[in-house]
């Protein structure tokens, strides 16, 4: 055990001195630090710019909406096109056409002693044109809903949202600017994690 206590006492010095030399070479040294990533954001799709929700220095979350585009259009399509899928006034009414020619044509036929042909074959026409109209107001519901999904997809198109967690480091367009798919709004800068180079003096590099 005593000669352990030696040997640390008699090496003491020399870390010592070692660590005075790491303390002045780290004092000499010079680092880096950079952003992880740069993204030029730029709107998924042309038109006029309505809105720029951030500013340059704001912290923004990945998914989060930075920039809009004028949009009004879009919007009364949507809701158009929501009204129409989720009515069911033209198919209810078209079933109801459907059901009251089915029973012209049940009395043509029980009248057939009675009844012309012409009137039997009309009977049957509407019937057959009621249950196409009926057929075709489904078609349109369904296309409306379609046209829902297709709209919303649009306006979606229509924002631009940050791919990153990240600091605004610029922005180039203003609200009523033109923006273009090659033209970025903004700048953003991804900040989590951070990139460090460190230099140190060349002395720290023993040959």
Do not use: H
Not at 43 to 53: A, F, H, K, N
Not at 167 to 184: C, H, I, K, M, N
């Amino acid at each position: 055990m005593r000669w352990m206590l030696a040997a640390l006492l008699a090496f003491a010095p020399f870390a010592a001195l070692a660590q005075d030399r790491l303390e002045q070479l780290a004092a000499r040294a010079s680092c880096l630090i950079e952003a992880n990533r740069i993204v030029k954001l730029s709107m998924p799709t042309t038109g006029t710019l309505s809105r720029v929700l951030v500013r340059r220095g704001d912290r923004v979350t990945a998914g989060q909406v930075v920039a809009e585009l004028e949009s009004d259009v879009e919007r009364a399509l949507l809701e158009a096109a929501r009204l129409r899928a989720a009515s069911g006034a033209l198919v209810a009414a078209r079933r109801s056409e459907l059901q009251n020619a089915e029973v012209r044509l049940a009395r043509a036929r029980s009248l057939r002693d009675v009844a012309s042909r012409q009137q039997l074959d009309d009977a049957t026409t509407a019937m057959d044109a009621a249950a196409a109209a009926l057929e075709q107001a489904r078609l349109d519901q369904q296309l409306a809903a379609l046209e829902v999904e297709r709209l919303q997809a649009t306006l979606a198109r229509r924002r631009a949202a940050s791919p990153v967690d990240g600091v605004v480091t610029r922005v180039d367009l203003s609200p009523g600017e033109y923006a273009d798919t090659a033209v970025p709004v903004m700048t953003i800068a991804e900040i989590r994690p951070l990139r460090v180079e460190v230099y140190l003096p060349v002395e720290a590099y023993p040959l």
